[in-house]
């Protein structure tokens, strides 16, 4: 009982946040072009070159939004990129998404070279992180409050995003047209609503997203770079996005989930697990979750009852 | 629809050759590829055209590098092969380089920890590989052929596992005491024959342009190769026509993450005579694209596979001569994807926009 | 005065095919205008060129009198013009009143107000008297609600133009009756209607003008109570066409295909079929008639392996067929024409000789220990493309590149040559020109005369009154009667395609 306590305290809660948070966002990003009918592979490569450009957008900057700002901006170029081959091109999304994968990879670690000298990853006094809140209210209510009232802006904002990417897709013009391009583009088609338009905007959002949540990697609460620093999280992101239709609430519980399993693993390397054990576990529950969900959503063979029959007859008659 | 406002141009009575119209789409691609390195090249603050004639000097300066590039290019070939199988069957393994993994080390393992006479133990080893290979895609590809679970993003997770993995068991299990992050050395009894004196280069490459070679042979000319190559051109007709969909999907994504196996065992085996963390970064990821560029053509892919081992070769002189990193050329094979992945996209649409392999780009 | 509708010398041609030449034709205000002509006389394309769905290769477009350029949807629908499209163009997951307000929803601080869409949906739909809810969803209606609900998303754009696309196609003939009458009651309040069609009698019942379309081209426009049926035919099709039945011979073989009480469910995990018993004999055609979505495709699907029966038994050549797959179908005997050739019947970048290999791979002469052995298989595509008069180069010519109906010969040859104890077909001649669809009408007596049993579906009501030794008649999931093509009208298979008695409560 006691190793469950040390494992399960306050400050696991408020480590799940925090890693929840990258996920998360990349997800969110992943419900707009999910809905738009995108299968949107890519997304670990925009992540990765928000990453990358959020630091050195901090370096030039010497601000940690600026960097933000610069991160954002990269990965809505790799999204525009991705938009306009799928789209515009129409070729294939997984295929388009695998090369801006692999092109972000390779600049990322080409750039650092250029520009730093060095291999790998990129450290620097000069980086600026992002500030941590305070907000009194919060972390005026004890311990859980402590640790849950002094993130960074991002991991507050993720959080408010999920509702605030809820009411654009269900409740906006733009989400609505959105969800027509992606579930019956003839509809759309029929009544003049631009569905590659779309199709862009969507995959614009998800960039903007993506980029946050490459940001909060880099400058949140570490404040380097390094090579691959995404490591499947955009991958893992495709997956909650897979079963989760796209649903931002369902989006958020998908995430949480492997927040918790990426925050466990973290505690986990604490009690002499070998580390690289440990570090499969996220992998392991998003691989697991996708099989399960998959296994429940299989089409069934359908067997009618007696008393089906006896319905269905009597429905007839 | 709308969209598509020009009328379709009265067609010449000659065109070209399918074949012919390929290979002139993927070397448009590599000129735009070449302008998008070099662009890049310049951004780093390299000059272009040193930064390509090292590359080349590296990939074919003499018979010791062009071995080297042949070097290279063998575990892209069976992987790009690996990769091939899936896509010909309608389906996508981006697990290869997890399979490469798992592989290469189950071959290292019979190597190390058995002794058996020369041969022997090298097909031993080599079948090790191909059976960790095949098994560490077994969940994948059985839920996919059975519940339809999608099996790019299953594949590509399972490659972050097999990673973490072999490196727990090399580094926390089967350290060999006092040395880096390998193993202890395979048995001189399960190598894999070397070709030449001066280069690493070995048996393995035999191995590759056989499996691709076969490959080819079997889809063109084999009732099961008919069934598989159906399946991947129209799933819906494939079923309709009582080809046994699932089974043919289980067993493809099995012979598929085999191969990819069989890639690290003959990388172990023939290479690297150990198991190393990180033994062989990418080469499952190149023959995955190298089967994309191929078009997933085992024959293709020979060639694909060569072009990317001749980069990785030259790679290397590049990074020790220039201030270019290595991962240019991996900006440069992204861009080469991307162009191609338009292209023929372009040739398609004018033909039809009927029966489109799912993976076709 | 000037016409409401004009259309000058239009053209559209999709790589070597004309789907449109040279039309013109003009549609006055108030009055019910008949676009008629056969399946692919280029009725839809012209319509969606005047839509703005597709942009012409030449020609103009008048809305009363003046010349318009429509580039998309948007102009026509700003210009009065709406449409409701044969395939509905409503997203399933929205709600009625969504659908409605589809691109022009109604707002309040930027979000959508559904709650005001809902009533003025409601209103629209008393205004009109088209019964609906608006806050259903559209997965959760019937074929008549989608189209009532189709009809209604065009009065909210206002449109005194509509544009309907063989809107009886779906529906039962007392579905159909309502609609002519909506459709009278929008003429009388001086609407104009376009109506496409290619069913006689309809044209000839509700359109005071009537254009005909053959090949892409406008034959003529005449008022309808200058024409009859026969006159119309003519026009049609450009020569007297022979509606007379084949000759019919009573065969009793034994039975082939059975199926006793077979249920199905459909993807939305509804009942399909309910409770199927049918039996089809050597040497005999069955044909299965009923409006579109009663149950037909299910059934096929069912016989071809690829739905499983939630219950009941399928017996092939009296054994019990185990498991639904297509494979063990075709094992036990079965040939099949599936309704869609482009998605499941050809593999179409192959080519000619390729496709003829299907479902012969593992046999001899043509695979031998796993080999293919090609040179055979071209022999045979070869002589199916001589006997079938499938009009190709040779046998290397990909499938896609064929015109509709020889990629159907290929289909049927391929089928027809594998001498299966039983043939499914459905619809056989679906965007078949005429030559071809006698061709194949022959081989199906061929197939028949040689002992086949064959069960036969099509949506051509002529088409299986010409062919079929036995007809039945389904409607919602069952099989509502039996009727002998020789000696039945076309009352008592409608009768018995609204499900006889119980048509009212049924088709709701």
Redesign the interface.
């Known amino acids: 009982m006691e190793v469950l306590e040390t494992i399960f305290n306050v400050s696991l809660i408020a480590a799940m946040l925090r890693t929840t948070t990258p996920i998360l966002l990349v997800a969110l990003g992943g419900t707009f072009t999910t809905k738009a009918g995108i299968f949107n592979i890519g997304l670990e490569g925009q992540m990765l070159l928000g990453a990358f450009f959020a630091v050195l957008g901090s370096l030039w900057t010497q601000s940690a939004w600026g960097g933000v700002a610069i991160g954002v901006l990269a990965a809505m170029c790799v999204a525009l990129t991705f938009s306009f081959f799928v789209v515009t091109l129409r070729a294939n999304e997984v295929v388009v998404g695998l090369a801006l994968n692999i092109l972000a990879g390779g600049l990322t670690i080409t750039l650092t070279k250029a520009i730093f000298g060095t291999r790998g990853s990129i450290v620097s006094g000069d980086i600026v992180g992002l500030p941590r809140l305070h907000i009194p209210v919060i972390e005026d209510l004890g311990s859980l409050g402590k640790a849950l009232g002094s993130f960074t802006p991002l991991i507050y904002l993720a959080f408010i995003l999920v509702f605030v990417v809820w009411v654009i897709i269900y409740r906006t013009k733009l989400g609505l047209y959105i969800r027509v391009a992606g579930e019956k583009p003839a509809a759309a088609e029929a009544l003049g609503i631009p569905t590659g338009l779309m199709q862009h905007i969507a995959s614009l959002l998800c960039g903007v997203l993506a980029g946050l949540a490459g940001a909060h990697l880099s400058l949140g609460y570490i404040t380097m770079f390094a090579e691959n620093m995404s490591s499947g999280r955009g991958f893992m992101a495709v997956a909650v996005l897979i079963f989760s239709a796209g649903d931002p609430v369902k989006v958020l519980f998908g995430c949480l989930l492997f927040g918790f399993a990426d925050a466990l693993s973290l505690r986990l390397q604490t009690f002499g697990l070998s580390s690289y054990l440990v570090l499969t576990v996220p992998y392991l529950v998003t691989l697991g979750a996708l099989f399960l969900l998959t296994y429940r959503q299989r089409p069934k063979i359908f067997r009618e009852t007696a008393e089906s029959l006896q319905l269905i007859r009597r429905e007839k008659a | 629809m709308s969209a598509d406002t020009t009328p379709t141009p009265v067609r010449s009575s000659w065109r070209m050759p399918n074949w012919l119209e390929s290979i002139l789409g993927q070397l448009i691609a590599l000129g735009i590829a070449i302008i998008g390195g070099a662009i890049l090249i310049i951004l780093v603050g390299e000059d272009p055209i040193l930064v390509f004639t090292t590359l080349l000097r590296g990939a074919f300066g003499n018979s010791e590098r062009i071995a080297g590039s042949l070097l290279q290019a063998t575990p892209i070939i069976i992987a790009g092969v690996a990769a091939c199988i899936a896509l010909r069957g309608g389906l996508f393994n981006i697990g290869v380089e997890g399979q490469l993994y798992m592989g290469g080390f189950a071959a290292a393992f019979v190597g190390f920890q058995f002794a058996l006479p020369t041969g022997l133990h090298m097909l031993v080893a080599l079948a090790a590989a191909v059976v960790a290979g095949g098994l560490w895609i077994l969940i994948p590809a059985f839920f996919r052929a059975r519940f339809g679970t999608n099996e790019v993003v299953s594949t590509i997770l399972s490659n972050y596992v097999a990673i973490l993995l072999t490196s727990y068991f090399t580094i926390d299990v089967f350290k060999r005491p006092g040395g880096w992050s390998e193993t202890d050395p395979v048995a001189t009894t399960a190598y894999l024959p070397q070709l030449f004196e001066f280069s690493r280069l070995n048996f393995g490459l035999f191995i590759g342009l056989a499996l691709a070679i076969g490959f080819h042979l079997f889809l063109t000319r084999t009732s099961r190769g008919y069934d598989m190559n159906t399946m991947g051109a129209n799933m819906k007709f494939a079923e309709y026509g009582g080809i046994a969909v699932k089974r043919n999907i289980l067993v493809i994504l099995l012979c598929s993450g085999a191969v990819g196996g069989l890639a690290g065992g003959v990388e172990t085996l023939g290479v690297h005579h150990r198991f190393m963390e990180g033994f062989a970064p990418g080469f499952g990821f190149d023959g995955v694209i190298a089967a994309l560029l191929a078009n997933g053509s085992p024959i293709g892919v020979i060639f694909t596979a060569l072009f990317f081992g001749a980069l990785r070769a030259g790679s290397l002189l590049m990074e020790v001569e220039t201030n270019a990193s290595r991962e240019v050329i991996t900006v440069f094979q992204a861009i080469i994807i991307l162009c191609v992945s338009a292209q023929i996209l372009l040739r398609r649409r004018r033909d039809s926009s009927q029966g489109e392999r799912r993976w076709k780009f | 005065m000037a016409f409401a509708v004009e259309m000058i010398g239009v053209s559209k041609?999709?790589?070597?095919v004309a789907a449109n030449r040279d039309v013109s034709f003009g549609v006055r205000h108030g009055e019910i205008h008949a676009l008629v002509g056969e399946n692919g006389a280029g009725k839809t394309t012209l319509m969606n060129i005047l839509?703005?769905?597709?942009?012409p290769?030449s020609g103009e477009i008048r809305i009363d009198g003046k010349p318009v350029v429509m580039e998309?949807?948007?102009?026509s629908?700003g210009l009065g013009l709406g449409?409701v499209?044969q395939?509905f163009?409503?997203?399933?997951?929205?709600t009625v009143a969504?659908?409605m307000f589809?691109?022009m929803?109604i707002?309040k601080a930027?979000?959508?107000d559904r709650k005001a869409q809902s009533e003025k949906a409601r209103a629209l739909s008393e205004e009109f008297g088209l019964r609906i809810d608006p806050d259903r969803r559209i997965h959760e209606l019937s074929v008549g609600a989608e189209q009532r609900v189709e009809i209604l998303k065009v009065l909210a754009r206002g449109a005194n133009v509509v544009i309907l696309d063989e809107p009886t196609a779906v529906l039962t003939p007392q579905e159909s009756r309502d609609l002519f009458r909506i459709i009278r009651r929008f003429a009388d309040t001086g609407m104009t209607v376009i109506f496409i069609s290619h069913h006689l009698d309809e044209v000839l019942e509700v359109s005071d003008t009537v254009t005909v379309l053959r090949d892409g081209a406008v034959v003529g426009t005449r008022p309808t109570k200058e024409l009859d049926e026969d006159s119309l035919v003519n026009m049609m099709v450009g020569r007297q066409v022979n509606f007379d039945r084949r000759e019919r011979k009573k065969m009793s073989g034994n039975t082939v295909l059975e199926l006793r009480d077979v249920?199905a469910?459909d993807d939305r995990?509804l009942?399909a079929l309910?409770?199927i018993d049918l039996e089809v004999r050597a040497g005999e055609i069955v044909g299965i008639v009923g409006v579109d979505g009663n149950g037909q495709t299910e059934l096929s699907e069912v016989v071809?392996g690829?739905r499983?029966p939630?219950?009941g038994e399928i017996f092939l050549d009296g054994k019990a067929v185990e498991g639904?797959?297509?494979?063990h179908?075709?094992?036990a005997g079965l040939a099949?024409v599936?309704a869609d050739r482009?998605?499941?019947?050809?593999?179409?970048?192959?080519d000619i000789a390729?496709n003829i290999?299907?479902?012969r791979?593992?046999v001899a002469p043509w695979?031998k220990k796993?080999?293919?052995r090609w040179g055979k298989v071209r022999e045979l595509a070869r002589e199916l493309m001589q006997r079938f008069d499938i009009r190709a180069k040779d046998e290397h010519v990909a499938v896609?590149?064929l015109s509709g109906g020889n990629m159907q010969k290929v289909v049927v040859a391929r089928e027809f040559s594998q001498h299966m104890p039983l043939l499914l077909i459905d619809q056989p001649t679906r965007g078949v020109d005429i030559g071809a669809m006698e061709g194949i009408h022959d081989e199906i007596i061929r197939r028949r005369d040689a002992g086949a049993a064959i069960l036969l579906i099509s949506v051509q009501i002529d088409e299986i009154l010409a062919l079929a030794d036995r007809v039945l008649v389904m409607f919602?999931?069952?099989i509502s009667g039996e009727v002998d093509p020789a000696n039945t009208t076309e009352e008592e298979i409608g009768y018995l395609m609204a499900g006889g008695s119980r048509s009212k409560e049924a088709a709701a």
């Open positions: 041609s999709f790589g070597p839509f703005g769905l597709m942009q290769d998309s949807p948007r102009t629908i449409m499209h395939h163009k409503l997203v399933p997951s929205l969504e659908n589809l691109g929803e707002t930027g979000l959508v249920f469910r995990g009942p309910r409770g071809s690829l499983a939630s219950h639904s797959d297509p494979r179908m075709r094992a099949h599936p482009l998605v499941r019947g050809v593999n179409p970048g192959a390729s290999l299907m479902g791979q593992h695979a796993g080999l293919i896609k590149t919602n999931g069952g």
